[in-house]
Nanobody, 122 residues
Framework: QVQLVESGGGLVQAGGSLRVSCAAS????????VGWFRQAPGKEREFVAV????????YYADSVKGRFTISRDNAKNTVSLQMNSLKPEDTAVYSCAAGNIVTTSSSPYDYWGQGTQVTVSS
């Protein structure tokens, strides 16, 4: 069993940076791929980034490529998403999820956090 808790969201001006983190409990966390997803009001949840269990593979949505960086520290059971050059369209609730495969689809992820709000003002 893995429990996930996100932190680090907040309000930032366009062009600014934020770092959101996902802290996990459970001894099997290091065996799971972790994805970040976001959902804006009135929109469907969308994939943002994913990292493999070892951290050796990462993949990003085209909309955030070159601006966001996903990383993990398995010794600390954390995964972070560094977000730079933020845009108003990045405003959403950001959630992390853990699962057994590296995928951009939300369905295969077994464990989800409650989400953290990121708001980018223009």
């Amino acid at each position: 069993q893995v429990q996930l808790v996100e932190s680090g969201g907040g309000l930032v001006q366009a062009g600014g940076s934020l770092r959101v983190s996902c802290a996990a409990s459970g001894r099997t966390f290091s065996r799971h791929a972790v994805g970040w997803f976001r959902q804006a009001p009135g929109k469907e949840r969308e994939f943002v980034a994913v990292i493999s269990s070892s951290g050796g593979y990462t993949y990003y949505a085209d909309s955030v490529k070159g601006r966001f960086t996903i990383s993990r520290d398995n010794a600390k059971n954390t995964v972070s998403l560094q977000m730079n050059s933020l845009k108003p369209e990045d405003t959403a609730v950001y959630s992390c999820a853990a699962g057994n495969i590296v995928t951009t689809s939300s369905s295969p992820y077994d464990y989800w956090g409650q989400g953290t709000q990121v708001t980018v003002s223009s």
